[in-house]
């Protein structure tokens, strides 16, 4: 298990002309589920296609087509769930949720009110000096995703794109447990890696694959717990909505201006109306949108083209058998099996790809020495060459495994372990057989690092002297002696060597 703290931190205090404010931040993610055909539609959910390329006649919302549900997108929804420790409701339905837009071609969102796929779960995010808040989750539903609306190609039109129209997303909800923008930031990344360990969503925010809505109130100290004794809403305030959110900054800004606004009318002896806001990124404030709808405002009622989901336990639980290793779990067993810092650890879990990478390198050398080089040498280099992502990476496992091994054998040096890492990284190849043909072997004949040492000494008595007057200057020695042998002698036996001939 991590080594944590599981009491809520302090949350955020904001200070206002008459007290202190606390935040209190609940969120809603929309996460797109990885899968190839949309939710109720064999339509390609390809991001880039050509635009109104990859839409089917139920997508279009054309008059008696009858959409079909895709278990695969079922499936998922469920390996989410599962994941996130959270109850699987056998039976769910999908509901109509009625609003009217030009990218919403039904006139309705078929979506999950009443009996949705997935129950209550949690999420540990950890915050940093060992602590950690637990997050929890009231629901995860499944739900069409609309298309999209475009207004800055022409001056007088508005284009729009049904590409995304249908594609299923999995709405993620939070209870109100979130209590600073830092928080939120870091609950939304930690939902990111999950669902990406589970294959389930790839997480991209640019192509908004992965989006989050961010409620946002503002209350006095203790009126939190007072909520939480009685699970009162009305102790925390008049909540806003910040809609679509997809940068970890800009749900931080977001969220800091939103609760100095309301902070200021709430002094200003004003109210908070509920309603729905967009974060203008540029001016880094939120502005209106509309007023909050309620449940009754989107008339939901049980879509009559699609029959209750019933699910079995017995494939519940072939999914739940199918499930991944999940970065909590992973990061206990680095920092237990390998020795690892709780941040070495966790860098290297971030992503699922950098774990198994790490993994395979320390399984052919030393796990502790096998983290330093990911972490340094190969991230290093890697954000060097334009921020690469560790499958971009030209050197594989086994080639960096060779070339810790080789250090672990004391067949080569560390400062020659970087030049070889800079040959394979460049040129390729096998990192023992570069070692042979090019002469990068260590030197451990002692015989020749004597032999280089005595012609150091004999060539620089003034150096001895004042050496044998302060035993520090030694290492001027060991120095001059590496340089001489091409930095291929070995470090430890030139150490040894030279304060034997010194006589310190």
């Not at 609950?187 to 992965?210: A, E, F, P, S, W």
């Not at 709780?342 to 774990?355: F, Q």
Request: hydrophobic share 40%.
């Amino acid at each position: 298990m991590l080594d944590l703290t599981y009491e809520s931190p302090k949350p955020k205090l904001i200070s206002g002309a008459t007290g202190e404010w606390e935040l209190v931040i609940g969120m809603e993610v929309h996460a797109q589920v990885s899968t190839k055909a949309k939710l109720f539609s064999g339509a390609s959910t390809q991001f880039g296609a050509e635009p109104n390329s990859n839409v089917s006649f139920i997508d279009a919302g054309m008059p008696g087509m009858l959409p079909v549900i895709n278990e695969g997108c079922v499936a998922q929804a469920v390996r989410t769930g599962l994941g996130l420790k959270a109850a699987i409701n056998l039976h769910s339905a999908f509901d109509r949720k009625n609003y009217f837009y030009p990218d919403l071609p039904q006139g309705y969102q078929i979506s999950q009110l009443y009996h949705p796929i997935v129950g209550e779960g949690e999420v540990l995010v950890e915050l940093g000096d060992g602590k950690a808040r637990l997050v929890r989750i009231e629901r995860i539903h499944l739900e069409q995703d609309a298309g999209k609306s475009i207004h800055d190609m022409d001056p007088s039109l508005s284009f729009v794109d049904l590409n995304r129209t249908g594609v299923a997303l999995m709405e993620i909800i939070s209870r109100p447990d979130i209590r600073g923008p830092e928080e939120a930031a870091a609950y939304v990344l930690k939902l990111r890696q999950i669902m990406r360990y589970l294959g389930t969503c790839d997480g991209n925010m640019q192509n908004g694959n992965l989006r989050a809505d961010v409620n946002v109130s503002v209350c006095r100290p203790g009126d939190y717990e007072r909520y939480m004794e009685s699970q009162d809403f009305s102790h925390l305030g008049t909540r806003c909505e910040i809609k679509n959110m997809n940068s970890m900054r800009f749900i931080q800004q977001a969220i800091e201006y939103e609760a100095r606004r309301q902070i200021a009318l709430l002094e200003d002896g004003k109210s908070v109306t509920q309603e729905t806001r967009l974060f203008d990124a540029e001016k880094g404030e939120t502005r209106s949108m509309r007023s909050k709808e309620e449940a009754h405002d989107y008339r939901y009622f049980p879509d009559p083209d699609l029959l209750p989901l019933e699910i079995e336990q017995a494939w519940v639980d072939d999914i739940e058998a199918s499930l991944p290793e999940l970065p909590d779990a992973k990061k206990a067993r680095f920092i237990a099996d390998y020795g690892l810092s709780d941040y070495d650890a966790s860098v290297l879990t971030a992503e699922h790809e950098s774990a198994a990478y790490f993994e395979e390198v320390a399984a052919a050398s030393d796990g502790k020495l096998a983290a330093n080089w990911v972490l340094n040498e190969l991230f290093g280099r890697l954000k060097r060459d334009g921020d690469k992502a560790i499958t971009e990476s030209p050197m594989t496992p086994a080639q960096l495994g060779g070339i810790i091994g080789l250090i672990v054998k004391g067949d080569i040096s560390g400062k020659i372990a970087k030049d070889l890492f800079e040959i394979v990284y460049t040129e390729g190849g096998d990192p023992s057989v570069i070692v042979e043909e090019r002469g990068m072997r260590q030197v451990t004949d002692t015989g020749a690092i004597e032999a280089a040492v005595d012609e150091v000494i004999a060539a620089n008595p003034a150096q001895v002297e004042k050496a044998r007057a302060n035993p520090k200057l030694a290492g001027w020695f060991v120095g001059q002696v590496m340089k001489a042998t091409g930095g291929k002698a070995n470090p430890k036996a030139v150490n040894e060597i030279v304060s034997a001939k010194l006589g310190l």
